[in-house]
């Protein structure tokens, strides 16, 4: 579903990696609920189960005549109509009558959906990418490139003036154009494509199409957000969208395969929009223990471009950089998919900050710089890190426009490097490194340096499909590889594949006792060391990762 390979039109840029090894992790399908209920969402489960009686948005799929066909048989209330089914409210009976229906496959929650929340373009070699000092790359700064922000709405601010195309609202408010009474929105278009001298964006030559979804409170709803990534896919053309920044989230209630969040997601990737999301800050509790399996939705699809947190420590250079302690580990709960796929700077980031916003007042403290509408804000978390990326990825996009969305994936990640002391479930491929993905592309050196600084490159691309997760590990060679249209597999045909028994569910317990140690795969000789190794210290439990009260706290986190 999701292909890594490069397409032909981009045949003629020379790959200088070679394929060492390939493995893929086989993940068992899980199997299907009996036939007397529709597949639903945990939450919906968890609320027939407690015979909670009230009132909920229950999100179902069908055309516009199906829909009223249901309406009328339940009495449910048509609140929303979406693209491919609509928002019914209806309550505790009608849900369990609605769940027993033979017209009804599946059900999702219309649960809320929150901002994930930071250091700089250096740091990530933007500043190279600007300058045109990369070798066979001319410079860039995301001129031409739309990046749809799907947010809390963006602000008036002297570092986006002009460069606002579109305000659409989603929220159903009466709010004014231009406004963004929550905060997050403005901050995360301000690391994109901010064109202030003091704190730039990664692109600030990228215009923003500003699709507001989240109220002054700082939540929203599945269903907004789901009608505005289809609407940035059915203007795509008239704004020039390439780009989707999904820096919110909400708790991971069902398989992809059935989340409607997750569904939109894949038809924005099926045509052609690269898709950025925040894994979430759910990388600890309270009391400080690492948690597993926190990556949110719509995070958790194979089509999105997941995006973890690094502290850079406020220095551009690399070797002191370490992970976020907040920034949320794989693999993806219920479907057991790796994720993230990179990292990238989301501690103390300062950008545009939206006057007298929710956020703006409650935390005078993270306020910097300036007044009004040239004021500035400190952030963290991996809101901001998936804003570094969308800006990344409009500067590769201005490069070469012909670039799918799995390319830029997969140049991303392989240009990226491995962060000391994480493995796969924290940084992924590894973290960010634009410059090199530029002059990678253009066919000239595979690594680029950061802040004086010699980066090598971790080489490591994660390809999913339905059923598994494949990663691959390239290294530097002196012999060009060209990519000649061929997919990943007929050019690396030989692959190493676990079987099913190796499976990732709730069941699991994970222990040094499972794989994960330096007698199997992940020893020095690959990329890993047993920095992957899982062991009780670390913690997989429902009651403690998917409680609201722990998922939408810490939201302005400082590592």
């Given at each position: 579903m999701v292909k890594p390979s490069l397409s032909r039109g981009v045949a003629r840029g020379v790959l200088a990696l070679s394929a060492l090894a390939v493995f893929g992790i086989a993940i068992a399908v899980p199997a299907e609920a009996g036939p007397k209920r529709a597949r639903m969402s945990r939450d919906l489960a968890q609320r027939i189960a407690a015979g909670d009686g009230s009132t909920t948005g229950v999100i179902v799929a069908g055309t516009p005549e199906e829909i009223q066909t249901l309406a009328l048989r339940y009495g449910a209330r048509i609140a929303k109509h979406l693209r491919n089914g609509a928002v019914l409210e209806v309550t505790g009976g009608q849900l369990d009558a609605l769940s027993q229906d033979p017209d009804v496959a599946h059900l999702s929650g219309d649960v809320p959906v929150r901002r994930m929340m930071a250091a700089t373009t250096a740091a990530i070699g933007a500043d190279q990418a600007w300058r045109g000092v990369l070798e066979g790359v001319a410079g860039v700064t995301g001129r031409g490139v739309g990046v749809a922000i799907i947010d809390s709405g963006v602000a008036v601010h002297r570092d986006l003036a002009g460069r606002i195309v579109a305000d659409v609202d989603f929220t159903g408010s009466t709010g004014r154009a231009g406004a963004d009474g929550y905060g997050h929105g403005t901050h995360v278009a301000g690391i994109i494509a901010g064109s202030g001298t003091s704190y730039a964006g990664v692109a600030p030559g990228a215009h923003i199409v500003n699709l507001r979804a989240i109220g002054a409170d700082g939540t929203g709803t599945t269903s907004s957000v789901i009608a505005a990534i289809d609407w940035a896919v059915e203007h795509r053309a008239?704004?020039?969208?390439?780009?989707?920044?999904?820096?919110?989230?909400?708790?991971?209630?069902?398989?992809?395969?059935?989340?409607?969040?997750?569904?939109?997601?894949?038809?924005?990737?099926?045509?052609?929009?690269?898709?950025?999301?925040?894994?979430?800050?759910?990388?600890?509790?309270?009391?400080?223990?690492?948690?597993?399996?926190?990556?949110?939705?719509?995070?958790?699809?194979?089509?999105?471009?997941?995006?973890?947190?690094?502290?850079?420590?406020?220095?551009?250079?690399?070797?002191?950089?370490?992970?976020?302690?907040?920034?949320?580990?794989?693999?993806?709960?219920?479907?057991?998919?790796?994720?993230?796929?990179?990292?990238?700077?989301?501690?103390?980031?300062?950008?545009?900050?939206?006057?007298?916003?929710?956020?703006?007042?409650?935390?005078?403290?993270?306020?910097?710089?300036?007044?009004?509408?040239?004021?500035?804000?400190e952030m963290s978390g991996t809101s901001m890190s998936a804003a570094v990326v969308s800006g990344a990825a409009a500067l590769l996009l201005e490069s070469r426009p012909e670039l799918a969305p799995a390319d830029v994936k997969l140049l991303l990640q392989l240009t990226s490097s491995r962060v000391p002391g994480a493995g796969l479930i924290e940084a992924g491929a590894g973290s960010l490194n634009v410059a090199a993905a530029l002059t990678l592309v253009e066919g000239g050196a595979v690594s680029a340096p950061i802040a004086g600084e010699a980066v090598a490159i971790s080489g490591l691309h994660l390809e999913h499909s339905d059923t598994s997760t494949t990663i691959r590990l390239f290294s530097e060679d002196n012999t060009p590889v060209l990519w000649t249209g061929l997919s990943s597999e007929e050019l690396h045909p030989n692959s190493l594949v676990w079987t099913n028994s190796l499976v990732w569910t709730n069941s699991l317990v994970w222990t040094n006792s499972l794989v994960w140690t330096n007698s199997l795969v992940w020893t020095n000789s690959l990329v890993w060391t047993n920095s992957l190794v899982w062991t009780n210290s670390l913690v997989w439990t429902n009651s403690l990762v998917w409680t609201n009260s722990l998922v939408w706290t810490n939201a302005l986190i400082e590592d």
């Open positions: 008239r704004y020039d969208i390439r780009v989707i920044n999904l820096s919110l989230g909400h708790p991971v209630f069902e398989s992809w395969r059935d989340d409607p969040l997750c569904q939109a997601v894949q038809r924005a990737y099926d045509a052609g929009l690269l898709v950025v999301a925040a894994a979430g800050n759910l990388g600890k509790t309270e009391d400080g223990r690492p948690v597993v399996g926190g990556i949110v939705s719509p995070g958790n699809s194979p089509a999105a471009l997941t995006v973890g947190a690094i502290n850079t420590r406020g220095t551009a250079q690399r070797s002191d950089d370490v992970m976020a302690t907040y920034s949320s580990r794989g693999p993806t709960a219920i479907d057991g998919v790796i994720k993230p796929e990179v990292v990238a700077p989301g501690n103390r980031l300062v950008s545009a900050a939206a006057f007298n916003s929710t956020l703006a007042q409650s935390h005078p403290d993270r306020v910097v710089a300036g007044y009004g509408a040239t004021s500035y804000m």
